[in-house]
């Protein structure tokens, strides 16, 4: 045992003169346990430095911290420099993180991150592609919602009545033109079907032209239509009666001017506007001989051609009732907060919504409220329609209603929140003569609720209709897909001159039945999960894969990752038999990343096991994320050791039983203990190096 050697001056006796003599008094005093201990672990080098004697030089030591603890460059960002030379952010280079709500990257953040860590000689692993976790979900469910179709709140200058019942008698058309009594969008509603045989060889050769329509010359017209084809194909309009009879029109809302229009699976709305008319009618006709062997549907309940400037036929007494102007409504109660949405968080991921966040529920519903102050009173003895969309973070309900004053009402009723967009409609009598505010109370919901597009008008003046389209499982998938498609390449793309190494499908095996994927369906899933392969199927990894390796580069090492494969062997296999399932489908990986979540009573030897497995795969082995759990919030000197042991014995495994050549690399996924009672960490909050360095570091010393 080491001794400190202390010197203790004795003066001041009571008695002795001041030129008495008098020598140091020797004695010795034994460092405490704990110091010693601790000065031993300070004396392990950086953990980097044990990379030299491993064999393998593109070994690689890797960490998993916040992606601000990086780019603030404090003590974390040199923690990392000193002993990793990769690194994976917990957030920020994931789906999650990266696509807007609009569709579109944002990777400010990732090049700033790749730009310091190439500085530094780090190597950064982002997020997995796919995964369940970390997902911009509300985007992508949005892109799954309902087609939302409001008619316009005009006349229609096209008579479609006799059309809707199946008379075609006042329209013209060429060969393969129908009508469908149940083709159109929403349920049991008609449709023009027009079917394009294998010769057609002309635009005209698939043609539907309308009867003559009146227009006031000078005026503008809008033209609207919902067209779907059973294959990718295209169409146009052309005209009679205008003095460009086939002119180059944006067919879409934001689209650029082109000849034609594309079609696919899925309803489309073509909506353009056109004004130079050579007198006071014409006539349109939809072509769409473009492609053989194609089948198209036309709805007819909502083809339309209307006025822009023409008298409404919908008095909506909520100004903004979609909230593009982002002005909130005003409220109150229970510390309540409320506001308008950023852009594209409207229903369909469309404009943008009011919500209102209850902290909890409340002793009376009216105890939070939200306020719309109409310009006059309702009418007395009317009726009024109420239509909105809602959905919640969470289930619960609200209660609209008209109020005076005096906070006698009409209400609409109670109406259920769920965690999807559901479009509501409800009515009310109004029973006095002074009803002159919109109420919404909150009380009875904890958390957050969205609504949209709330239109209020008396019954006589609530003309128009919604029509609510559910996409099919066909068009379901071929959104997701498009999806995958368009993140990865548009990710991989744009970082492949920095990022070399990919996860790139994460936790794909089911959990307690290791013979399916993972999958979310009957499942409550929380805020960014999305399950991809629910909608694609079992394929969606090959896809994957495929995808990452065409908009990367050749050399580029692509991982599948997995939890849990020491608590349940049988998962083990199974993610050998889909990786092989994968390579055989278009796909290709190249190695295999686990996620060993560990605590102080894991069987290290089921984790030797892992190992062994996997390596008969022939791929490239990387513990992708190591943590060992002590799970207690003062560990007693045993755990702490015991921890340190078993870090010591993952890594002696991983060197003995992974060959060389397959031996990728390690990371730490919980390196620095937090404030919960994991402490996982190699280091405390305090950043002291703990017992579980130095186990880890002899792990690595052969």
């Known amino acids: 045992m080491k001794r400190i050697i202390n010197s203790i001056l004795l003066s001041g006796f009571m008695g002795m003169t001041a030129c008495a003599d008098f020598e140091a008094l020797d004695f010795q005093v034994e460092k405490p346990l704990s110091i010693e201990n601790q000065e031993e672990i300070n004396k392990y080098p950086d953990l980097v430095s044990y990379l030299d004697g491993i064999g393998n030089p593109e070994f690689r030591l890797g960490v998993s911290l916040p992606i601000s603890d990086y780019l603030s460059r404090g003590v974390r960002y040199r923690l990392v420099n000193r002993n990793y030379n990769e690194f994976t952010p917990a957030s920020g280079i994931d789906h999650r993180s990266i696509v807007q709500n609009n569709g579109s990257l944002n990777l400010l953040q990732v090049t700033s991150l790749l730009e310091e860590a190439g500085e530094k000689n780090i190597r950064i692993v982002p997020s997995p592609l796919i995964w369940h976790r970390n997902q911009n979900a509300g985007y992508l469910n949005g892109l799954l919602s309902p087609l939302i179709v409001n008619s316009p709140a005009f006349i229609n200058e096209l008579n479609i009545s006799s059309l809707a019942s199946g008379n075609l008698a006042e329209w013209s058309s060429t060969a393969g033109v129908s009508y469908e009594s ?336 993972r999958t979310g369906v009957g499942a409550n899933q929380g805020e960014g999960e999305f399950y991809w392969q629910d909608y694609i199927g079992k394929d969606y990894a090959a896809k994957a894969f495929k995808l990452a390796r065409e908009n990367g580069n050749a050399d580029d090492i692509l991982f599948i990752s997995e939890s849990g494969l020491e608590t349940n062997l049988a998962k083990c296999e199974a993610l050998k038999d889909y990786i092989s399932y994968i390579d055989q489908n278009g796909g290709k990986v190249d190695g295999v990343s686990v996620r060993m979540i560990l605590t102080l009573n894991s069987s290290t030897d089921n984790v030797a096991e892992v190992f062994r497995i996997l390596a008969t795969t022939g791929k490239m082995i990387r513990i992708g994320a190591l943590e060992v759990r002590i799970n207690a919030a003062q560990p007693t000197t045993v755990m702490l050791e015991r921890q340190a042991d078993i870090y010591k014995q993952v890594v002696e495994h991983y060197l003995n039983i992974v060959p060389t050549n397959l031996q990728y690399g390690i990371t730490l996924s919980a390196p620095i203990d937090g404030t919960d009672q994991a402490r996982a960490g190699l280091w405390n909050s305090n950043l002291v190096r703990k017992n579980a360095y130095a186990g880890f570091a002899d792990g690595l010393d052969k």
């Open 182 to 517: 149940s083709g159109g969008m929403g349920t049991n509603t008609p449709a023009i079907k027009m079917i394009a045989g294998g010769s057609v060889s002309s635009p005209d050769d698939l043609r539907f032209s309308s009867p003559t329509i009146q227009v006031i010359p000078g005026k503008t017209y809008e033209v609207i239509a919902y067209i779907k084809s059973d294959q990718d194909s295209e169409g146009r309009f052309t005209f009679e009666g205008m003095n460009n009879n086939q002119p180059i029109l944006s067919w879409t809302a934001g689209s650029a001017p082109s000849e034609t229009f594309s079609t696919g699976i899925s309803w489309k709305e073509i909506r353009f506007r056109v004004s130079d008319f050579e007198g006071d009618s014409f006539k349109f006709n939809l072509e769409l001989g473009y492609t053989p062997n194609t089948t198209f549907f036309v709805d007819i309940n909502n083809l339309y051609v209307y006025d822009i400037d023409g008298d409404p036929i919908v008095t909506n007494l909520i100004a903004d009732g979609n909230f593009d102007s982002g002005i909130a409504w005003g409220g109150w109660g229970n510390n309540s907060t409320r506001g308008v949405t950023e852009e594209g968080m409207g229903v369909g991921n469309s404009g943008r919504a009011f919500f209102v966040t209850n902290p909890s529920v409340t002793g009376g519903f009216w105890e939070v409220q939200t306020l719309y102050q109409l310009s006059e009173p309702v009418k007395n003895g009317e009726t009024y329609k109420l239509s909105f969309w809602i959905k919640g973070d969470a289930e619960g309900s609200i209660r609209p209603e008209l109020q005076s004053p005096n906070f006698s009402s009409n209400g609409f009723g109670q109406v259920f929140v769920t965690t999807d967009w559901r479009f509501v409609t409800l009515t009310t009598t109004v029973t006095a003569d002074d009803r002159n505010r919109f109420i919404v109370s909150y009380g009875e919901f904890a958390g957050t609720v969205y609504i949209d597009q709330v239109v209020l008008a008396s019954e006589s003046m609530s003309g128009g209709s919604t029509t609510i389209v559910e996409k099919t499982v066909t068009e379901k998938a071929a959104v997701v897909e498009d999806q995958m498609e368009r993140w990865i390449r548009g990710f991989v793309s744009e970082t492949k001159d920095h990022i070399k190494v990919r996860e790139v499908i994460s936790e794909p095996i089911h959990e307690t039945n290791p013979s399916l994927i």
